[in-house]
């Protein structure tokens, strides 16, 4: 069995669909990477931070950063920024410094990252229904359905 292959068997059908969805969310036209990177963290945010908090929020985004450092050490951004409308600044610069397919892929990276990381924390199936809420998109709960929003 390929690598690919076996990665995906070990991954529950929540964990590959919300995966196929960030690619898919990312699949954007290379002038508009960094906007739209930072659209989606955006969206997140708005989501969590009433459910977790600034400070957890920005952990979670600091983890998955710090996770991802290796793969992408121009992605070290340091603390996000205090003010919500500055808080993904630094990280839109750092995307639209980098070639667009290279800056797609390592938000790819990190959204999985952080998802993985949050769907540890609040399972599967409650991260799946935040993104949903966050990105106006629905991932099945293993039934074979996508419920819509």
Do not use: Y
Request: glycine share 8%.
């Amino acid at each position: 069995m390929a690598v690919e292959q076996l990665l995906i068997f070990l991954m529950s059908t929540g964990d590959l669909q919300r995966r196929q969805l960030i690619i898919a969310l990312m699949a954007r036209p290379p002038e508009s990477v960094a906007g739209d990177a930072v659209s989606l963290w955006e969206q997140l945010a708005a989501q969590l931070i009433s459910s977790v908090g600034e400070d957890g929020f920005d952990a979670l985004v600091t983890r998955a950063l710090s996770l991802n450092r290796l793969a992408a050490p121009w992605l070290d951004v340091g603390p996000l920024g205090a003010q919500a409308h500055r808080r993904f600044a630094e990280l839109k610069k750092r995307f639209g410094e980098q070639a667009p397919a290279l800056a797609s892929e390592a938000n790819v990276q990190l959204l999985i990252t952080f998802t993985d990381l949050l769907a540890s924390l609040i399972g599967e199936q409650l991260t799946n229904r935040i993104l949903g809420l966050a990105w106006g998109t629905a991932i099945s709960q293993g039934n074979g359905k996508e419920s819509q929003n």
